[in-house]
């Protein structure tokens, strides 16, 4: 291995791992937000870091993750201590190593130089996901079994019970996705995603399996513990679940990997049925080559978008802000909307000088431009999904026990079988001449027909 790629694998690892733990603050703010504009009530707005940035209650994040780092670590005197200690450290370290497969980006080409933009390229490819998943059920079970507690135990049994039987129904959605596009590389089906359906619909992957992707969203709630799958740690029931006997960094551990879940789950999501990377109609080929033009293009826009912002600030300032609280907190949106007004500046320049030297830019430019296009792309598919879950979990109640092993054994894993069945159906007859397939499908659609009819009589007798 060259020094080049030492340093391309190093950024890597910092990339994939900067995105996960950028985005658990910022989701804990979104769901507090998000769960306050539901409710509709203000949320946290009220610390302010040197008595002037509130940031619309971000820094009550900061505020947060310095208390649970100040907390004392107590350890109960009933635990086994190793199990206990185990347990955390387990369970935070899978969604990082889930996330080492997922594309951020297409890989990066400069002349001979090529790197993928996933951490790990795995012949396994999604079968490495589901295998380490599979091992977040072992810190579950030590949690619960080690500490000692009735409560803790059955929270610990009731998610292990939750995360087998919602396993099969998202691994065999994922395998309807792995043979519509023929391959378990994560990286190749994205790029399968950006071939275009009749000339104008993208083939992602929910437009070709969307009874794969109701599954598999479905399963991905259950898998996290988020509302209505929460059943581990239902707070009336049995108090905080499995880490009812963790304080400090150790609870923040598990709360922290439970984030980290709901990213991890929200990418893998978005690579398998939303086009992971791909920006519709601009594949990686139209972004080098049109990076001339588009490269101003954007740094344009984003001037645009920064000038607006800046403009909202300084309006929120003279019309809101200005003289209510009497202290520092007054110049907040004034001091922001500078910002967005600088930056916005700096975007111009740039955009001047790159539309300037459109016919001399250097070799590195045009992939390190559509890296970056792709790469937000990505990030702003897996932020909405972020939303999504935030979303459902303040709008759903919670499910009982028995509603929720019904689910997974009665209703999710017969349609996910019935969708591998129709797949390998539809991919065999796409194999067939096409007279041979007329007779199957209307022999398929006669007897639907029938079983239909002989239903619907059944019933009505």
Not at 62 to 88: C, G, Q, R, T
Not at 438 to 460: E, H, K, N
Request: include cysteine; proline fraction near 5%; glycine fraction near 8%.
């Amino acid at each position: 291995m060259t020094a080049p790629d030492v340093i391309a694998t190093i950024l890597r690892a910092v990339l994939a791992a900067g995105i996960v733990l950028t985005l658990v603050p910022l989701t804990v703010w979104l769901e507090r937000k998000g769960a306050a504009y539901i409710q509709d009530r203000p949320g946290p707005n009220r610390a302010a870091a040197f008595g002037i940035f509130r940031l619309g209650g971000v820094t009550h994040v900061v505020a947060d993750a310095i208390k649970l780092i100040a907390k004392e670590d107590l350890m109960p005197a009933h635990v086994n201590p190793f199990y206990w200690k185990l347990a955390p450290m387990l369970v935070g370290m899978i969604p990082l190593l889930t996330f080492a497969i997922i594309p951020m980006a297409d890989d990066f080409r400069v002349g001979s130089f090529v790197t993928p933009m996933a951490l790990l390229l795995l012949d396994a490819g999604l079968l490495w996901f589901f295998a380490i998943t599979s091992l977040a059920v072992y810190g579950v079970v030590f949690a619960g079994w080690s500490s000692g507690n009735k409560y803790s135990l059955l929270g610990g049994v009731r998610s292990t019970a939750q995360l087998l039987s919602y396993e099969i129904p998202m691994a065999i959605a994922a395998i309807c996705v792995i043979l519509t596009f023929g391959t378990v590389q994560p990286n190749e089906i994205v790029r399968m995603q950006g071939e275009l359906l009749f000339g104008f619909i993208p083939q992602w992957g929910v437009v070709l399996q969307p009874l794969a992707a109701i599954v598999f969203l479905t399963c991905a709630f259950a898998e996290i513990n988020r509302v209505p799958f929460d059943l581990a740690e239902s707070e009336a029931e049995l108090v905080a679940g499995y880490h009812t006997e963790y304080s400090g960094m150790r609870f923040g551990t598990f709360f922290l990997a439970e984030y980290m879940a709901l990213i991890v789950s929200g990418a893998l999501s978005v690579t398998l049925f939303f086009g992971g990377w791909q920006v519709p109609f601009l594949p990686t080929e139209r972004l080098v080559s049109g990076a001339a033009t588009l490269l101003p293009a954007f740094l344009g826009l984003g001037a645009v978008v920064c000038g607006l912002l800046g403009w909202l600030g300084y309006r929120h300032y003279q019309t809101y802000a200005k003289g209510r609280w009497n202290d520092r907190r007054d110049f907040e949106p004034l001091i922001l909307g500078s910002l967005m007004f600088a930056l916005a500046m700096v975007q111009l320049v740039l955009a001047g000088a790159a539309w300037g030297a459109r016919d001399g830019l250097a070799a590195w430019i045009p992939p390190l431009f559509a890296t970056v296009i792709q790469l937000s792309a990505f990030v702003a598919k897996l932020c909405f999904f972020c939303w999504v879950f935030v979303w459902v979990r303040w709008s759903l109640p919670r499910f009982r026990y028995d509603q929720l092993l019904n689910l997974g054994w009665k209703a999710l894993l017969p349609i996910s079988l019935l969708n591998l069945l129709l797949t390998g159906v539809l991919l065999s007859l796409a194999s067939l001449p096409p007279s041979t397939t007329t007779w199957i499908v209307l022999g398929m659609g006669i007897l639907a027909g029938s079983l239909l009819v002989w239903t619907f009589r059944r019933q009505t007798a």
